[in-house]
């Protein structure tokens, strides 16, 4: 999608990823100590409701999405909420760098999962892994190949479409098939991934 075609989203209400609520499955890992502490970024934070959780519980974050609507409204938010640890930007991460790396955590809810294309999913893992600190960690909710058929709901991606994009440049960590919240009680199939910035290079499969 264009940024044109995110903002006409936004513009008409038409949100169907945004539930209001933080995702059940980052709040389950941030609770149980499985994601580091410090500043986070989120790419493609829509209305903020993830990013100003995040804040709430001990992180500095940075705030991203490409559409400009998303951000007004996140940044209403934020004002409403006094949230003094969030900052909300307008940033397209494919073509820049987000402010002020590095980053302890880095986290998308259903962004990573929309770029059909295998060099922009790749070039996506690469830009994580380097706005990572030592020691980060990215967490990425993207759908899956999983499921029955189905005609709406996320963009479907399969553990090959990830691990082809992420091996080179980050260290997987987990890979769990989980259901994915859309509007309402509606769910559709998906993968919780976890990857960490790598302190070794990949090495090449091996031949015998």
């Known amino acids: 999608m264009t940024h044109a075609d995110w903002n006409a989203h936004y513009a008409a209400d038409d949100l169907p990823w945004d539930t209001g609520e933080p995702d059940e499955h980052l709040v389950a890992m941030a609770i149980t100590g499985a994601l ?5 970024l989120e790419i493609g934070c829509g209305t903020g409701t993830n990013a100003l ?3 709430a519980h001990g992180h500095d974050v940075v705030a991203i999405d490409v559409a400009p609507r998303a951000i007004e409204r996140a940044r209403a938010k934020a004002t409403a909420a006094a949230a003094t640890r ?3 930007e307008v940033l397209d991460f494919l073509a820049a760098e987000p402010p002020s790396p590095p980053f302890d955590l880095v986290f998308d809810r259903g962004c990573f999962h929309v770029f059909d294309e295998p060099a922009d999913r790749a070039r996506f893992a690469a830009r994580v892994a380097a706005a990572l600190a030592p020691g980060g960690a990215w967490l990425s909710l993207l ?3 999983e499921g029955p058929p189905r005609d709406v ?4 991606r ?3 479409d990830i691990l082809d994009a992420i091996e080179p440049v980050l260290e997987l960590r987990l890979l769990r098939a989980v259901d994915f919240r859309v509007q309402g009680d509606r769910r559709a199939r998906a993968w919780l991934c976890l990857a960490a910035r790598r302190d070794v290079d990949a ?3 091996t031949r015998r």
């Not at 709901?153 to 479907?156: D, E, I, T, Y």
């Open 36 to 40: 580091p502490a410090g500043r986070a």
């Open 53 to 55: 959780w995040l804040a």
């Open 86 to 88: 969030c900052r909300f």
């Open 143 to 145: 759908g899956s190949t």
């Open 153 to 156: 709901g996320p963009p479907r």
């Open 158 to 160: 399969s553990a090959r």
């Open 203 to 205: 090495q090449p499969s």
